[in-house]
């Protein structure tokens, strides 16, 4: 029990001194899982938008693969992604293999499937009449598709949160495609694994704190913004 | 001004519409009535673009609606206010803006015509609240000025005032008219008929998606003698006797539950006594059973399932129907 104590106060005592390595890791990982996520938003939401908006032939298929894909194995996806970035997979030639790119696509696999079924059910959810209104009241389909995502804006910002959070907890796939490597494609759940196994449970400790302070920090801020927004 | 030819709809395979031929003219109140489920509602989203129906046309300023390009030019000059309106999430002001920035109208012209609408509507001071505190007769009164601030030429409204007071409803109508008079073309549906029959100039009853040639509250358009008191109107073959100070054109309605149904003549205070024969007897499965006779117009009659099984009726049954004078509704 005394190592696990020993572990966070020397923790504590890591994030205080801001020490260079943990700063580091915290920043390429923070980098990481914003580009992922804006990326993942970027192509996930509009899918989500006309998967839920939308009837098409295979819709309910379409909605029933995002959901599955919720569930994908991570490793699974970094084994993929690195059989297309290694030299001689079809994208070898970018050399993007154990970079910080390399994990960034990886985490874009991983996430647009959540900010897709997210999307999708929050759009379903959203009352049909906001879209009828629009109409006539004049809007065009563009603007009235505006509205939907207007009404349904604290749902889909929980989307991109949840996106965010996937990205920035996963371990699996960064280890894979980013290979761990110091100041370079360390992120902070890869560098977690890495202290532990070697035996450095303060390291890891404070890794660790550092990824729950993140993930509390954001979710305090979606709070805040809901609580603004229903006030 | 609008026309609708030959519109079918279908939800699924349930036919909920099948209209042959409405037209609606400029500067006219139009009442939409009918039951619950007569496709009233149907209609009116059909008529303001934003349902397609299953097949038919509908013709705007002569020009026959067709495309994509058509119907969103034609949602900019015809306007809906449903039965459960719906205001986007913030102000009052921000609601009205909308309608009218997707019309193209912007900056101080949009605003005045937002403060001019509201002041107009009677509820200038809610100019500012959160659209989501109001009350739902609030939110009708703000739905209705929101399509007012547009300055359609086509105004349809769904029960524009299930939730409003008396003292709301008749400014509402109010406002509607003095919009009819500047030539807007307005469409109300609405279960409150007493003010509907007393606002519009002529109505379309609806009945099972189709137009009913008699309204189901045997309502006529008739030419009301001058003087005051007891009258006598001619309605087809039949006179009918009332009493009202009205004089000139006007709505008459035989209430259905007031209509007494016999077999025969009988004495009694009742100035109005018509001769008829059954043509169809329908029993809601409620207590109420429903006969339409033939008494030279199509008059409709509600009586219980037990006076229907007391009096023997069945189709084709001579009746006698009777009414008081002064049970006889004008508007």
């Given at each position: 029990?005394?190592?696990?104590?020993?572990?966070f106060?020397?923790?504590?005592?890591?994030?205080?001194?801001?020490?260079?390595?943990?700063?580091?890791?915290?920043?390429?990982?923070?980098?990481?899982?914003?580009?992922?996520?804006?990326?993942?938003?970027?192509?996930?939401?509009?899918?989500?938008?006309?998967?839920g908006?939308?009837?098409?032939?295979?819709?309910?298929?379409?909605?029933?693969?995002?959901?599955?894909?919720?569930?994908?194995?991570?490793?699974?996806?970094?084994?993929?992604?690195?059989?297309?970035?290694?030299?001689?997979?079809?994208?070898?030639?970018?050399?993007?293999?154990?970079?910080?790119?390399?994990?960034?696509?990886?985490?874009?696999?991983?996430?647009?499937p959540?900010?897709?079924?997210?999307?999708?059910?929050?759009?379903?959810?959203?009352?049909?009449?906001?879209?009828?209104?629009?109409?006539?009241l004049?809007?065009?389909?563009?603007?009235?598709?505006?509205?939907?995502?207007?009404?349904?804006?604290?749902?889909?910002?929980?989307?991109?949160?949840?996106?965010?959070?996937?990205?920035?907890?996963?371990?699996?796939?960064?280890?894979?495609?980013?290979?761990?490597?110091?100041?370079?494609?360390?992120?902070?759940?890869?560098?977690?694994?890495l202290?532990?196994?070697?035996?450095?449970?303060?390291?890891?400790?404070?890794?660790?704190?550092?990824?729950?302070?993140?993930?509390?920090?954001?979710?305090?801020?979606?709070?805040?913004?809901?609580?603004?927004?229903?006030? | 001004?609008?026309?609708?030819?030959?519109?079918?709809?279908?939800?699924g395979?349930?036919?909920?519409?099948?209209?042959?031929?409405?037209?609606?003219?400029?500067?006219?109140?139009?009442?939409?009535?009918?039951?619950?489920?007569?496709?009233?509602?149907?209609?009116?989203?059909?008529?303001?673009?934003?349902?397609?129906?299953?097949?038919?046309?509908?013709?705007?300023?002569?020009?026959?609606?067709?495309?994509?390009?058509?119907?969103?030019?034609?949602?900019?000059?015809?306007?809906?206010?449903?039965?459960?309106?719906?205001?986007?999430?913030g102000?009052?002001?921000?609601?009205?803006?909308?309608?009218?920035?997707?019309?193209?109208?912007?900056?101080?012209e949009?605003?005045?015509?937002?403060?001019?609408?509201?002041?107009?509507?009677?509820?200038?001071?809610?100019?500012?609240?959160?659209?989501?505190?109001?009350?739902?007769?609030?939110?009708?009164?703000?739905?209705?000025?929101?399509?007012?601030?547009?300055?359609?030429?086509?105004?349809?409204?769904d029960?524009?005032?299930?939730?409003?007071?008396?003292?709301?409803?008749?400014?509402?109508y109010?406002?509607?008219?003095e919009?009819?008079?500047?030539?807007?073309?307005?469409?109300?549906?609405?279960?409150?008929?007493?003010?509907?029959y007393?606002?519009?100039?002529?109505?379309?009853?609806?009945?099972?998606?189709?137009?009913?040639?008699?309204?189901?509250?045997?309502?006529?358009?008739?030419?009301?003698?001058?003087?005051?008191?007891?009258?006598?109107?001619?309605?087809?073959?039949?006179?009918?006797?009332?009493?009202?100070?009205?004089?000139?054109?006007?709505?008459?309605?035989?209430?259905?539950?007031?209509?007494?149904?016999?077999?025969?003549?009988?004495?009694?205070?009742?100035?109005?006594?018509?001769?008829?024969?059954?043509?169809?007897?329908?029993?809601?499965?409620?207590?109420?059973?429903?006969?339409?006779?033939?008494?030279?117009?199509?008059?409709?009659?509600?009586?219980?399932?037990?006076?229907?099984?007391?009096?023997a009726?069945?189709?084709?049954?001579?009746?006698?129907?009777?009414?008081?004078?002064?049970?006889?509704?004008?508007?």
């Amino acid at each position: 029990m005394d190592f696990l104590i020993e572990g966070f106060r020397r923790a504590v005592q890591l994030i205080l001194s801001g020490d260079a390595d943990v700063f580091g890791i915290t920043a390429l990982s923070i980098k990481i899982a914003l580009s992922s996520t804006v990326l993942a938003c970027l192509v996930g939401i509009p899918i989500g938008f006309v998967v839920g908006t939308t009837r098409f032939w295979g819709r309910r298929a379409a909605l029933t693969v995002l959901n599955t894909m919720l569930a994908f194995p991570t490793v699974v996806v970094g084994v993929v992604i690195w059989g297309l970035l290694t030299r001689n997979g079809p994208f070898g030639g970018l050399g993007l293999l154990y970079t910080w790119w390399a994990i960034v696509a990886a985490e874009v696999v991983l996430a647009v499937p959540i900010a897709a079924a997210l999307t999708a059910a929050a759009v379903q959810s959203i009352d049909p009449r906001v879209r009828r209104t629009a109409l006539t009241l004049g809007a065009g389909p563009w603007r009235a598709h505006w509205a939907v995502a207007g009404e349904a804006r604290f749902a889909l910002l929980a989307a991109v949160v949840v996106a965010f959070g996937r990205v920035l907890a996963e371990v699996g796939a960064a280890m894979i495609v980013g290979g761990n490597i110091r100041n370079h494609t360390r992120t902070l759940t890869t560098a977690v694994a890495l202290a532990s196994s070697q035996g450095d449970f303060a390291l890891a400790i404070a890794l660790g704190l550092v990824l729950l302070g993140l993930a509390l920090t954001v979710n305090v801020l979606l709070q805040l913004f809901q609580g603004r927004g229903h006030a | 001004m609008l026309s609708a030819r030959g519109i079918e709809h279908h939800y699924g395979a349930r036919r909920v519409l099948d209209i042959d031929s409405l037209d609606f003219e400029t500067g006219s109140i139009t009442a939409v009535v009918g039951a619950n489920g007569s496709g009233k509602s149907t209609l009116l989203r059909i008529l303001a673009f934003v349902e397609m129906p299953t097949n038919g046309s509908l013709v705007l300023d002569g020009k026959p609606i067709r495309t994509r390009a058509d119907r969103l030019a034609a949602r900019r000059i015809v306007t809906l206010v449903e039965q459960r309106p719906f205001l986007f999430s913030g102000t009052v002001t921000a609601n009205m803006l909308y309608g009218l920035r997707a019309r193209g109208c912007r900056g101080s012209e949009a605003k005045r015509r937002v403060v001019e609408t509201l002041q107009l509507a009677g509820v200038a001071d809610l100019a500012d609240r959160d659209a989501r505190t109001l009350s739902e007769g609030e939110v009708q009164k703000i739905a209705v000025a929101r399509a007012l601030a547009l300055d359609p030429k086509v105004l349809l409204m769904d029960e524009p005032t299930s939730a409003a007071d008396r003292s709301s409803t008749n400014r509402l109508y109010q406002i509607v008219a003095e919009a009819r008079d500047r030539g807007v073309t307005v469409v109300i549906a609405s279960h409150q008929l007493e003010e509907v029959y007393r606002w519009s100039e002529s109505f379309v009853s609806l009945e099972g998606g189709r137009t009913s040639p008699v309204s189901p509250e045997n309502v006529f358009r008739v030419e009301i003698p001058a003087g005051t008191g007891s009258k006598e109107v001619r309605l087809g073959d039949l006179v009918i006797h009332l009493v009202t100070d009205t004089t000139g054109p006007a709505t008459i309605a035989l209430p259905p539950d007031d209509l007494i149904v016999s077999t025969g003549g009988f004495s009694s205070s009742a100035r109005n006594q018509f001769q008829g024969r059954i043509q169809r007897i329908t029993d809601d499965g409620r207590g109420r059973v429903t006969l339409r006779i033939d008494a030279g117009v199509e008059l409709v009659a509600r009586i219980t399932p037990s006076a229907l099984a007391e009096l023997a009726l069945s189709v084709g049954s001579p009746v006698v129907l009777s009414i008081k004078a002064m049970a006889v509704r004008v508007f």
